[in-house]
Every structure is written in structure tokens, then in C-alpha cells.
Nanobody, 115 residues
Framework: QVQLVESGGGLAQPGGSLRLSCVAS????????MNWYRQAPGKQRELVAT???????NYLDSVKGRFTISRDNAKKTVYLQMNSLKPEDTAVYYC?????????WGQGTQVTVSS
């Protein structure tokens, strides 16, 4: 059974940090491109960060220099380190795995940035 389970969300103060984790099961993580998306209330889901099977990364302009995506294939886990958080980072964050026609999603984890 394919599963992506996110964790690590919560409440953070502006300027604070959180690290999201996404644990994969039921498929071979190594060959998949892994993405973190987010969706704020009333807004469309947007792609925040991507890491390819080879380790190349890309980021949404608004998070460059603040967020870092990484993967540990041995642990079947993908991470999103979020530093210097801003209130506009508040959203539900989703982990996504894609490889050709395969497209898997986690259930999401809430991140709230507020003082």
C-alpha cells in the first residue's frame, strides 16, 4: 500500500523554524521526484520545493534562501527545513511523489506562523 505520511507541522513564531518530514512506504522512493506543495486558505496549491532522484533542487522564489529540501533514500524520508518563517508561510503543506504516471500525495500537515 502506497503511503506518504507528513509530520513536523505546528505553530511557529515569525523568524522561527520548523522541519517537516515525509515518510514513504509501498514504493521505491529512490527513483521518484519528491515535491513539497502548500495551500493557504482561499488560495491555490503551489509548488514550494522539488528534489529530483539525482538530488537536484528547485524552490519557489519566495522561499529561496529560507527553505531547504533534502532526501534520505535509506530512511525513505524527505525533509523540508523551513527557517526565517513568515506569516505568509502559513498553509497546509503536502508531500508529493511523482514518476511518470505515478503521482502520490500525503494527507498534509498544518504550518501556522503567528506571534
Amino acid at each position: 500500500q502506497v503511503q506518504l505520511v507528513e509530520s513536523g507541522g505546528g505553530l511557529a513564531q515569525p523568524g522561527g523554524s520548523l522541519r517537516l518530514s515525509c515518510v514513504a512506504s509501498g514504493f521505491t522512493l529512490d527513483i521518484y521526484t519528491m515535491n513539497w506543495y502548500r495551500q493557504a486558505p482561499g488560495k491555490q496549491r503551489e509548488l514550494v520545493a522539488t528534489i529530483s532522484s539525482g538530488g537536484s533542487t528547485n524552490y519557489l522564489d519566495s522561499v529561496k534562501g529560507r527553505f531547504t529540501i533534502s532526501r534520505d533514500n535509506a530512511k525513505k524520508t524527505v525533509y523540508l527545513q523551513m527557517n526565517s518563517l513568515k506569516p505568509e508561510d502559513t498553509a497546509v503543506y503536502y508531500c508529493n511523489a511523482e514518476w511518470y504516471r505515478n503521482d502520490f500525495w500525503g494527507q498534509g500537515t498544518q504550518v501556522t506562523v503567528s506571534s
